[in-house]
């Protein structure tokens, strides 16, 4: 006998060992969508009785755990929500009043980015370094461009904008909710009350566009990077005196300044606007 008849013959004498797999206990419970039926009944008026789709017809589900423990599993689940919810709270006030500029900026900040840290903040209680890094470059970029435009607001043309300020007034206290102006190249319309402009004078182009050339504020125009210098002085010169303004925008164009209207009759060809719109905006 060789070795390789002895390896055989001690596999063949060896016993089979059988895995039995240990009993699992199963809890029953009768299926909600069905009470038990294991049919599903449905319709107004034509009632179908179908098999439950949420049992398979059988009535009832089978769960590893009773109907109490899954509840108190539930249950704690939603403790440890609340409790991690409360931490959260406490790290982000604790971290708003470590980073105080930082927390501004999220604060005050529009955007999918501010809004997504914001997010962040109050799932985690923190940001990382990265982040924080990135809010603090983007906080100190607004304060920069807010310093600019506060020296370019002091270097902006001072101009007398009471009779401008007091064609508007008219036109609103007449019933018109959105006055506007055609004057020159440009159009003038006042700035909604409850807007963060409110009070100011919005100056746009004539265009297909109405490219945005400025804003009328506090006695100076604020003109923007599209506002060339002739239309800055024509603005200004406008402002000062809007009905005179408005009398040369209707004969140079023989439309109203108003309306924007042709104008067909011989007296208002004459006087560049028409009466009722005069009336209104007190020209």
Not at 22 to 49: D, F, M, Q
Request: hydrophobic share 40%; aromatic share 8%; proline share 3%.
């Amino acid at each position: 006998m060789n070795l390789f008849d002895i390896q055989e013959d001690e596999i063949h004498a060896a016993p089979a060992t059988a895995t039995v797999a240990p009993a699992v206990t199963l809890y029953k419970e009768n299926c909600k969508k069905c009470n038990g039926s294991g049919r599903w009944i449905g319709g107004y008026v034509n009632h179908t009785v179908r098999t439950c789709f949420a049992c398979e017809g059988r009535g009832f589900h089978e769960y590893k755990t009773s109907g109490t423990q899954r509840a108190a599993g539930r249950q704690s689940a939603e403790n440890r929500k609340v409790s991690q919810a409360a931490a959260a709270t406490s790290n982000a006030q604790a971290w708003a009043a470590a980073n105080p500029a930082a927390y501004s900026w999220l604060s005050n900040a529009r955007g999918d980015f501010a809004a997504s840290l914001s997010q962040a903040l109050t799932k985690y209680g923190s940001l990382t370094e990265k982040q924080l890094a990135a809010v603090l470059k983007c906080a100190a970029a607004d304060l920069d461009r807010k310093a600019a435009a506060e020296q370019r607001a002091a270097a902006a043309p001072q101009l007398d904008i009471s009779r401008i300020e007091l064609t508007f007034q008219t036109a609103k206290d007449k019933g018109i909710k959105r006055p506007k102006l055609r004057l020159d190249t440009f159009t003038f319309s006042p700035a909604p009350d409850s807007g963060k402009n409110a009070g100011a004078i919005y100056v746009k182009a004539k265009d297909e566009d109405g490219t945005y050339l400025g804003k009328i504020m506090q006695g100076r125009f604020l003109a923007s990077r599209d506002c060339a210098a002739d239309q800055q002085a024509a603005v200004i010169a406008a402002a000062s005196d809007p009905a005179a303004a408005a009398i040369a925008y209707g004969r140079r164009f023989g439309a109203c300044s108003i309306c924007g209207r042709e104008l067909t009759v011989g007296e208002s060809i004459d006087r560049g606007i028409g009466p009722i719109c005069a009336g209104k905006f007190g020209f």
